[in-house]
Each structure stands twice: as C-alpha cells, then as structure tokens.
C-alpha cells in the first residue's frame, strides 16, 4: 500500500496523460465556471479489490494578475474507513487563461501519513519558461527551469483540454503527442484513439463514449504499453466517465458518481 497516494493522483494523471496534443484550443466549448464532478477510485491489491477514495473537481472563474482565469480544484483522498492504514489527502489548483485555457499557475499540496509535500509551477509566456518548486517535510526543497513547449500544460488544466479536443476526424489507432508537467519534470507520451465504445459510471448508467488509451514506457509506478485508458461522453461535455490503469502492483479504476452544472445537455446518456 506504499503506493497509494500516487494511486489516488491517478485520477488527474489518467485525464491528463490523454488531454493534450500538438495543436492548443481556441475556444473553451465543453465546460462552464460552477461545474463540479466526483468519482470513486478502486485499487486492486492481488486478487482484492479495495475502495480506496475520491477525488472532486470544481470550476471557478476569476482574475488572477489581472486577466481572465479560470480557476480549477482537485481535492482527493482516502476514504475513512482505511486511514487507519493509510491515510492520503491531495489538494491541487490551477488557473488557466479564459477562453483557450492557456496555463497559468498551478500548485500541488499532499499528505501522505506524516509526509508532506508541496509543488508549484508557474508558466511565464514572456520568457517561455516553466518556473518549478518542489519541497517536503524532510526539508527538501528543489527548484528548477524549464523550457514551455507548445501546449504544455499541468495535469489539472490538462484534464480540462481534453474535453475540448475535437476526436471527429480520428481513425481508431492515431496516435497524438502528449506534454504535460509535474513536480519538477516534463512528461511525453504518445495518446492513441481507440474508437467509441460504451462505458458505465458508479451507479451503472451506461454512456456512449470515446475511448482513448496512452502508450507508456516502463518506470517505477506504470506497466509498458497501453496502461491508461480512459472514457469521455461522446457529446459536448466530453464528460470523462470511467478510466482505469494498469500500474505495476495491480490496477487502479476510476468511475464517475455525479456532475452538476453541466454546460452541455447530456446526450451520451443511453436510457
């Protein structure tokens, strides 16, 4: 169970790891500020399945060094019942430019039993440069520049991207670049389409959806090959419903429980 508070940021990493590629958006068209999501998180430890916690998103809008932003939350953690054995809480925020969500700010704050750790990442279109920060409770602390590629983003902003991808004109198996940043490090992928198939939710009620998976190479959380696979709502809302991992001690899932304020009618609803 050493692993679990990574397991629990899954959630944002399965939507991030599929939300972006080389072309940035224009025009936010999926989501609106008050929008608010939650979804139940399942690991599976040898042949038990557990269920380990939840996570929230919400959607606000505000100014942020004056300009138009909106603001993005992510709070997650165990459940109760299992802090006993292993108690997680994450907390993460970003803001991100209204309308094209460029990337703004984006700060990171977990706790792991006793361990904390906090991260920052802020974009600076002028000199196109990432500034990071990373410290914890054991009195480490980094800090680090990196360079902005093209549509990089962090994994909550990134999340929301991928809900404004336009997948119409994809053929099952193209693939599109990924970036994305977290804690210090840049990370690359390769995002493959994978069709539309239907997927259900935590209370069973069954959507038509877009299937995307990421090719992964081997390191010290996931599998190599096709680990993360996640769901979307084939309408406007490209509402993410199921996404599930194969990490490298067992398998992670995630389900959505409910979503309010909605921007978009939800038409991928089969009745």
């Known amino acids: 169970m050493n692993k679990l508070k990574d397991h629990l940021l899954l959630i944002l990493l399965l939507l991030a790891y599929l939300a972006t590629q080389s072309q940035c958006i224009d025009t936010n068209k999926?989501?609106?500020?008050?929008?608010?999501?939650?979804?139940?998180?399942?690991?599976?430890?040898?042949?038990?399945?557990?269920?380990?916690?939840?996570?929230?998103?919400?959607?606000?809008?505000?100014?942020y060094k004056n300009r138009d932003a909106y603001h993005f939350t992510a709070t997650g953690g165990s459940l109760k019942k299992i802090d006993w054995l292993f108690k997680v809480r994450e907390h993460l925020e970003s803001r991100a430019a209204v309308p094209d969500l460029k990337p703004m700010f984006f700060v990171r704050n977990s706790r792991e039993m006793g361990f904390l750790k906090y991260n920052s990442i802020l974009f600076d279109d002028k000199t196109n440069e990432i500034y990071t920060k990373v410290s914890t409770s054991k009195n480490l602390s980094n800090m680090d520049t990196l360079q902005k590629l093209p549509c990089t983003y962090d994994v909550i902003t990134a999340a929301y991207v991928l809900r404004n991808l336009d997948y119409d004109n994809l053929k099952p198996g193209d693939s599109l670049q990924v970036h994305t940043i977290l804690d210090n490090r840049a990370y690359n992928f390769l995002v493959k389409y994978s069709g539309r198939e239907t997927a259900r939710d935590a209370s069973d009620e069954e959507y038509n959806c877009i299937k995307l998976s990421a090719i992964?190479?081997?390191?010290?959380?996931?599998?190599?090959?096709?680990?993360?696979?996640?769901?979307?709502?084939?309408?406007?809302?490209?509402?993410p419903v199921k996404a599930e991992a194969e990490i490298l001690i067992g398998k992670v899932n995630a389900f959505l429980v409910s979503s309010k304020n909605l921007k978009h009618p939800e038409k991928a609803k089969i009745q």
């Open 30 to 63: 999926a989501f609106r500020e008050g929008e608010q999501l939650k979804y139940q998180m399942s690991y599976q430890w040898g042949f038990i399945w557990i269920r380990a916690g939840e996570v929230y998103f919400k959607v606000d809008r505000g100014m």
């Open 216 to 239: 992964l190479e081997e390191g010290t959380l996931f599998k190599s090959g096709e680990s993360l696979t996640i769901w979307v709502t084939d309408d406007e809302n490209k509402l």
